[in-house]
């Protein structure tokens, strides 16, 4: 897969990409990894994120995937919660039998999605962020729980033999199948802050390996990643031996990436200012702790198993230097190992457009507001 890099210079990046035609980039320089994956990067696209359509983000228009592809990525997550695809009366809470009922209207909306990154050159994974049974993030009933109760493996399987089947006469190069986003055991799937553990190895395992055959009957060689246990951030051992690639998380450490987030600290206006680098509370914060972080990332590429960022970023309540000079440090150690990235998100509050940040000077894009600051840091990789 031809690999392109940015122009680091602001100028003639902006003149790249406002031409009428295909910007040309500078080859990369950097030794071949030896990941089993391209090193795609690029960003997640929060269309069908919500399990309400009503609820939903204002859709991703065309001319997006275009600047994307413009300013070097080749690359889009698509992070689904499954009742955004289905039909069922949304009064009341999901029952188990519902939760095999398509809505073909809507997912003829995610086909157009898909056709436009395609259109672009982009490569489409495929993630189901919400799957019956589990999501990282509570508010939505589910009537089961993905780790424990087969009706709900069972529905998991059949949602990803629907979307392997869906998308069987498409190039491998164009879609790939990444299975459950951000994994983890949650004493109870609808409270946000019940008390949460690792996945047994055994059981990640069982449900992944059902969710790969379900996939292998439409689609043999079509890619299928895991997302790491523990909500992303730790090696799954079990499954190395399986055809399937994992994906780590560029989030670590939270007080950074989720700084004063509601959903991921219990009292978030009380938390020490963020440094990078430098002593945050009881920890001092630096490059070394990514590198430990990682080096079990970086491991695994070297036994031969793909590796992909699938998630990276700070929300908009980091300062923006303590942001960009954080996350050059992971960017720098992920792309060295041949570890491909996606940005949370294109655009809002992760994004390089209209991230809302009070402390950045944005340049206007078209009506949007960029981030040119962190559009830059994502062209030196």
Same mark, same amino acid.
């Not at 990640?204 to 996939?215: G, N, P, Q, S």
């Given at each position: ?21 295909? /910007? %040309? ?6 030794? #071949?990894?030896?990941? =089993? ?6 960003? &997640? !696209? ?59 209207? /809507? %997912? ?6 898909? #056709?436009?990154?395609? =259109? ?6 495929? &993630? !189901? ?253």
């Amino acid at each position: 897969m031809q690999r392109r890099t940015f122009l680091q210079n602001t100028s003639l990046l902006a003149a790249a990409v406002t031409t009428s035609g295909p /910007a %040309v980039f500078a080859a990369s320089s950097a030794p #071949a990894a030896k990941n =089993k994956l391209p090193k795609w990067k690029g960003f &997640n !696209l929060l269309d069908f994120f919500s399990p309400n359509p009503a609820q939903g983000r204002k859709p991703t228009a065309e001319e997006h995937f275009k600047w994307m592809r413009d300013w070097g990525f080749d690359f889009v997550r698509l992070p689904m919660a499954y009742p955004a695809y289905l039909k069922f009366d949304r009064s009341r809470n999901i029952t188990p039998d519902e939760v095999y009922q398509i809505d073909e209207q /809507a %997912v003829e909306r995610i086909d157009r999605l898909v #056709a436009m990154a395609h =259109k672009h050159n982009l490569h489409v994974s495929l &993630n !189901l962020h919400r799957a019956p049974g589990y999501c990282v993030n509570a508010g939505f009933h589910e009537p089961y729980n993905l780790w424990t109760d087969q009706p709900a493996q069972d529905a998991f399987n059949f949602h990803w033999n629907f979307w392997a089947k869906r998308y069987k006469n498409v190039s491998d190069q164009k879609i790939s199948f990444d299975l459950l986003n951000e994994p983890s055991m949650r004493e109870d799937m609808n409270d946000q802050l019940s008390k949460r553990s690792s996945v047994p190895g055994a059981v990640y395992r069982k449900v992944a390996l059902a969710a790969l055959e379900a996939i292998r009957k439409e689609n043999p060689k079509h890619l299928v990643i895991a997302d790491g246990n523990d909500v992303g951030s730790s090696v799954i051992p079990e499954i190395t031996d399986l055809d399937i690639a994992q994906s780590c998380r560029g989030y670590n450490p939270g007080i950074i990436s989720h700084y004063k987030a509601p959903w991921a600290n219990k009292d978030p206006e009380n938390l020490p200012m963020p440094k990078w680098p430098g002593q945050v509370g009881d920890k001092y914060l630096s490059r070394a702790m990514l590198e430990t972080f990682y080096k079990p990332w970086i491991e695994l590429v070297n036994k031969g198993v793909g590796v992909h960022c699938g998630e990276c970023g700070a929300w908009n309540k980091t300062p923006h230097d303590v942001f960009l000079a954080w996350f050059g440090d992971v960017l720098d150690i992920l792309t060295s190992n041949g570890i491909g990235f996606a940005l949370w998100e294109f655009s809002g509050d992760f994004g390089v457009l209209d991230s809302k940040r009070a402390d950045v000077a944005y340049e206007d894009w078209y009506g949007h507001k960029l981030d040119q600051k962190l559009l830059n840091l994502l062209a030196k990789y």
